[in-house]
């Protein structure tokens, strides 16, 4: 098991080589609005986890997702150029979907708080119409 700051350090050392490899050494367009959100190393420095968001559609992500498929190797190598350990981890994309989901719930909670003025406007008439009596 290793060292949690050591852990962390070869973290941040994936996530900047692949981040660079994705920007400035993968000619394929679909790598230009991929965004390595975190990496995960398990505690055998075994398995890397690199979760990465896509601006874009469903279909682009998709996209994204395969040409992160067959860029995994040519990532692998490049990542295990700047690492100093006795192997290089096995990388595993993952779509992280924490902005998707913020977007979810920021539709949910507005259309709570539109039922809800709708709500309180048909219960209270008399506190929300100031204006001109008809």
Do not use: W
Request: net charge neutral; aromatic share 4%.
């Amino acid at each position: 098991m290793a060292n949690p700051r050591t852990i962390a350090r070869i973290e941040a050392a994936i996530q900047r080589r692949a981040a660079h490899c994705l920007q400035h050494e993968i000619s394929d367009p679909r790598a230009q609005f991929i965004t390595i959100v975190r990496v995960e190393l398990n505690s055998d420095l075994s398995v890397a986890k690199l979760f990465y968001s896509v601006l874009g559609s469903s279909s682009e992500r998709s996209q994204a997702s395969q040409m992160l498929e067959h860029a995994t190797g040519f990532i692998r190598k490049q990542v295990g150029r700047v690492l100093e350990t006795r192997s290089i981890p096995q990388l595993r994309f993952l779509a992280d979907t924490t902005a998707s989901d913020a977007e979810q719930m920021d539709d949910m909670i507005t259309q709570a708080l539109r039922k809800d003025r709708q709500i309180r406007g048909q219960e209270e008439p008399s506190e929300g119409s100031d204006g001109p009596a008809s």
